[in-house]
C-alpha cells in the first residue's frame, strides 16, 4: 500500500478539518443537555447537529480522495484544495459569528458566501442575498418553529 495516496490534500484536508469538527463536536456536547425537559431540542443541538453532518462529508470527501490515486495533481485538483479551505472557513466563519450576532445573522451571511463562493462568475448579486435570505427564514421557522429551538 502506498502512503502517497494518503497524504495527498484530497485526503488530508477533510481530515484536517474532521479532526477540528470532532473538537466541535466535543464543545458542542459540553456545553450541556441537547434536549430540554419538556422534550424540544436546545440550542445546544444545532453545534452537535453540523458537527456530525460536517465529520460525515469529511469522510465522504476523503473517500472520494483515496479512489482517485490513479491521478496526477492537476491544477484543478489545487482550486479543489483551495475550495475545502474556504468552504471550511465560511464554516467557522459562522461558528464564530453565531455568539456575536445570533443565529439569523450568522446563517444569512454563511449562505450568502457560500453561494458566492460557488459561483465562478459573480454575478446577481442582489439574487443571492435575496435567496440567502429566504434560506435563512426557511431554516429559522424549521429550526424555531417546528422543532422549538430557543435561539439566545
Not at 59 to 79: F, H, Q, R, V, Y
Not at 118 to 123: E, P, Q, R
Request: proline share 2%; net charge positive.
Amino acid at each position: 500500500m502506498d502512503i502517497q495516496r494518503f497524504l495527498h490534500k484530497r485526503v488530508m484536508i477533510p481530515f484536517v478539518c474532521m479532526i477540528f469538527l470532532l473538537g466541535y463536536l466535543g464543545v458542542g456536547l459540553s456545553m450541556g443537555p441537547l434536549f430540554l425537559e419538556s422534550g424540544l431540542s436546545n440550542e445546544n443541538f444545532i453545534p452537535v447537529i453540523i458537527a456530525v453532518i460536517g465529520i460525515a462529508l469529511c469522510i465522504s470527501i476523503m473517500i472520494d480522495g483515496l479512489k482517485e490515486t490513479a491521478e496526477t495533481e492537476k491544477s484543478s485538483g489545487k482550486a479543489v484544495g483551495l475550495k475545502q479551505i474556504i468552504l471550511f472557513a465560511d464554516f467557522f466563519l459562522f461558528i464564530g459569528l453565531y455568539k456575536l450576532i445570533g443565529f439569523v445573522g450568522a446563517a444569512f451571511i454563511f449562505t450568502f458566501l457560500f453561494m458566492l463562493f460557488f459561483d465562478d462568475k459573480i454575478t446577481a448579486v442582489v439574487k443571492k442575498l435575496v435567496i440567502a435570505a429566504v434560506i435563512t427564514g426557511l431554516i429559522y421557522v424549521l429550526y424555531a418553529v417546528v422543532f422549538g429551538v430557543r435561539f439566545n
